[in-house]
T-cell receptor, first 115, second 111 residues
């Protein structure tokens, strides 16, 4: 079966523009996570969904960041009025049923560059 | 919250040698410790994980050890091969469902 798919793989935007990043999780995975990975760093948690419910958004750095998962499958991370410090790789991960100790499966990320 | 420290940041070995990466964590409630391998341009891939009810787990050339008292865990790779070259991340997860990642170790295996 297919893994976690993210698109686009690369996105270049000018400062101030809005961007939308897409994540297609593994089919049947109810849990979905978004992470931000700066160069040379480990992934940093942004937000978590269980089905369509956003249960935790404590990692979102500002109100310019918004995530949704309206039908409990595909998720979109939107960044409004982008700034240079938003440049990073944005990773999506999904997790199957079976509880919190199940492993997360990561996509290959979207590399976002803000000029 | 949880704090995970990972060392070394860079590790260079000759093919066939062993490599050891160490992590410490701060939250004594943490009970799940995965290790990920990340190749350039790819997302992290789970290579092995350990839960707090065991002290060691092995999968072919890869092993992980956990010392709950000292709050540290280590990744051991034996008989390293050039294709083992990548960035390795440890993570710890406790009462929260959110894992905290270390800053990564860049492993370079020289042929």
């Amino acid at each position: 079966g297919a893994g976690v798919s993210q698109s686009p793989r690369y996105k270049v935007a000018k400062r101030g523009q809005d961007v939308a990043l897409r994540c297609d999780p593994i089919s049947g995975h109810v849990s979905l996570f978004w992470y931000q990975q700066a160069l040379g760093q480990g992934p940093e948690f942004l937000t978590y969904f269980q089905n369509e419910a956003q249960l935790d958004k404590s990692g979102l750095p500002s109100d310019r960041f918004f995530a949704e998962r309206p039908e409990g499958s595909v998720s979109t991370l939107k960044i409004q009025r982008t700034q240079q410090e938003d440049s990073a790789v944005y990773l999506c991960a999904s997790r199957g049923p079976g509880g919190d100790n199940q492993p997360q499966h990561f996509g290959d990320g979207t590399r976002l560059s803000i000029l | 919250g949880e704090n995970v420290e990972q060392h070394p940041s860079t590790l260079s070995v000759q093919e066939g040698d062993s490599a050891v990466i160490k992590c410490t964590y701060s939250d004594s409630a943490s009970n799940y410790f995965p290790w990920y391998k990340q190749e350039l341009g790819k997302g992290p891939q789970l290579i092995i994980d350990i839960r707090s009810n065991v002290g060691e787990k092995k999968d072919q050339r890869i092993a992980v050890t956990l010392n709950k008292t000292a709050k540290h865990f280590s990744l051991h790779i034996t008989e390293t091969q050039p294709e083992d070259s990548a960035v390795y991340f440890c993570a710890a997860r406790g009462g929260s469902y959110i894992p905290t990642f270390g800053r990564g170790t860049s492993l370079i295996v020289h042929p």
